[in-house]
């Protein structure tokens, strides 16, 4: 089956800590993106890749890091400079040809910190 | 930049009754259209978008949405809600130039009552 998986489903963090969030998706999507969701707020958007070894900061970067080495996977990196790192993350993915854009998600990663 | 604004942030009906969300953008031109729906602990599904044509746009479950562009409008409904609609729906509009993401709501939580 086509599709975005993330992992852990649960993460937990100590402080100081950095930790890696996964996603990947075998839908031979260009473009990949991480959102942040807290309660109330709705989806945020940290970075985006519209391609391979090229990425964007969104409206909430700080404290965040990216890679795209591969077309297929795009990890965030939740760094200790992140001080309030609990949140519901969500990865997604869309075509990246231009013009009309889905996009699709993955089912999530809960962060918490211990 | 574009914008999207969901008036409601929590909206109670019965089960069977008739169920309209609100959904306003802001965007210089016709922008793209989506409505996603997020059970609690999941990901989100896409339950319709707007791309052009035909103004009133049909989607899964029983969901229909109708851009009103003098109104900036994209509201949802669906005629007779089951309790298993119950969950957060979210609005996003997309830009038709370039490549970039889709900017969302910050949502519309739906309860139902028996």
């Known amino acids: 089956d086509g599709g975005i998986t993330q992992s852990p489903k649960y993460l937990f963090r100590k402080e100081g800590q950095n930790v890696t969030l996964s996603c990947e998706q075998n839908l031979n999507h260009d473009a990949m993106y991480w959102y942040r969701q807290d309660p109330g707020q709705g989806l945020r958007l940290i970075y985006y890749s519209q391609i391979v070894n090229d990425f964007q900061k969104g409206d909430i970067a700080e404290g965040y890091s990216v890679s795209r080495e591969k077309k297929e996977s795009f990890p965030l990196t939740v760094t200790s400079a992140q001080k309030n790192p609990t949140a519901f993350y969500l990865c997604?993915?869309?075509?990246?040809?231009?013009?009309?854009?889905?996009?699709?998600f993955g089912p999530g990663t809960r962060l918490l910190v211990l | 930049a574009q914008s999207v604004t969901q008036p409601d942030i929590h909206i109670t009906v019965s089960e069977g009754a008739s169920l309209e969300l609100r959904c306003n953008y802001s965007y210089g031109a016709t922008p793209y259209l989506f409505w996603y729906v997020q059970s609690p602990g999941q990901g989100l599904q896409l339950l319709l978008k707007?791309?052009?044509?035909?103004?009133l746009v049909q989607g899964i479950k029983g969901f229909e949405a109708e851009f009103k562009r003098s109104q900036s409008s994209f509201n949802l409904r669906k005629p007779s809600v089951h309790w298993s609609d119950a969950a957060e729906y979210f609005c996003?509009?997309?830009?038709?130039?370039?490549?970039?993401?889709?900017?969302f709501g910050k949502g519309t939580r739906l309860s139902v009552i028996a």
């Open positions: 707007y791309f052009s044509g035909d103004t």
């Open positions: 996003a509009v997309g830009a038709r130039t370039g490549n970039t993401p889709l900017v």
């Open positions: 997604a993915s869309s075509e990246g040809q231009g013009g009309p854009e889905t996009q699709y």
